[in-house]
């Protein structure tokens, strides 16, 4: 865990907030008290772990004007193509059965979203949610379904279960112990979250999901308001981790909520994982990890590992701080 960063601001944007510009002559039309007030906000772009090269790419998006809808695609899609990410897009980890099935969402400024589910054959899931978003009156497309769509989309049948994937597939399968557990060296879901130079906030979030899951199996990664959340009078916030626990609170929703009643997206971070912990206080055996940013381009991230119980946890600090161990 200490060798990840969970939480990464791109580029320079690390405080995400420039002050108001002055107003330079009496001729220009009078602010309001709003603009006056109303901090501007610079580009900025966050995401789970340490995928430089995923928030680089959206940095260089956000730095030439693009939107933060573009930014957060294009930004997660480095890691669905990345093959040495073993669950993300292509070298994902498969199912029981062998084959690997991507969930993935995408939410905009303005509250339009997308996802699919256990889509398999593609490699950019990212992208066929953003074509889910703009291009039907759905929300989500599951399984063959969204493959079909994602065929009339122009998308390829593409071949995701790389020899590596497959190589360990066929070992754990030797053993044949389902144990759904997320391991915690490798489960690398990137949820982004970016605000671009108009002040819209976008959030991607795209995995494979757990490894050597049940067939069918789908977490919290492309379930709007669980994986991923935004609204743009708030901000937004987007999950890791075990999904289940993350759908039964709702996590990334409930984040924003958090926020919207005051909270920062640090405390906010926190208060959504100590939900999670205070309905697992006997069976810590897991992780989970949210990041948040609110429309000030604050930014806040919140973990938890497994080994240890609630109460040690509390005790011992052994609740990952940002400050300590993702930034
Ligand atoms: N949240 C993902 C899921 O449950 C897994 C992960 O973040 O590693 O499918």
Excluded at 15 to 24: C, N
Excluded at 159 to 175: G, Q, R, Y
Aim: with cysteine; charged share 20%; hydrophobic share 40%.
């Amino acid at each position: 865990m200490k060798r990840r960063n969970f939480l990464k601001n791109s580029g320079l944007a690390t405080a995400g907030v420039l002050s108001a510009p002055a107003l330079t002559s009496c001729e220009d039309a009078p602010a309001s008290a709003a603009q006056l007030s109303a901090p501007v906000v610079q580009p900025i772009v966050i995401c789970t772990w340490d995928f430089h090269n995923a928030s680089a790419k959206a940095w260089e998006i956000l730095q030439k004007g693009g939107t933060a809808l573009d930014a957060v695609e294009a930004g997660v899609k480095v890691e669905e193509d990345d093959v040495n990410n073993q669950t993300v897009g292509t070298g994902g980890r498969p199912d029981r059965d062998g084959n690997v099935t991507l969930d993935a969402c995408i939410m905009d400024h303005a509250g339009q979203c997308g996802a699919v589910l256990a889509l398999q054959h593609i490699a950019n899931p990212i992208s066929v949610a953003r074509k889910v978003m703009e291009d039907t009156p759905h929300v989500m497309l599951v399984g063959q379904g969204a493959e079909q769509f994602a065929y009339e989309k122009g998308f390829e049948k593409v071949n995701l279960l790389t020899e590596k994937s497959k190589a360990e597939w066929l070992e754990w399968k030797k053993t044949s112990a389902y144990k759904p557990i997320i391991n915690i060296e490798n489960h690398d879901t990137i949820g982004m979250l970016a605000i671009d130079e108009n002040g819209h906030m976008a959030g991607g979030c795209t995995t494979s999901g757990m490894a050597y899951k049940m067939a069918g199996r789908v977490g919290d990664s492309p379930i709007i308001g669980a994986g991923l959340f935004v609204d743009n009078e708030v901000g937004g916030a987007t999950a890791t981790g075990v999904g289940e626990e993350v759908v039964r609170t709702v996590g990334s929703f409930l984040i924003v909520e958090l926020m919207r009643q005051g909270k920062s997206p640090q405390e906010a971070c926190e208060e959504g994982v100590r939900r999670i912990m205070e309905k697992n206080k006997d069976k810590l055996d897991f992780q989970i990890g949210f990041i948040a940013m609110n429309m000030k381009g604050e930014t806040g991230s919140y973990c938890i590992q497994p080994g240890f119980t609630y109460r040690e946890y509390s005790e011992n600090g052994h609740i990952n701080h940002p400050s300590e161990h993702f930034l």
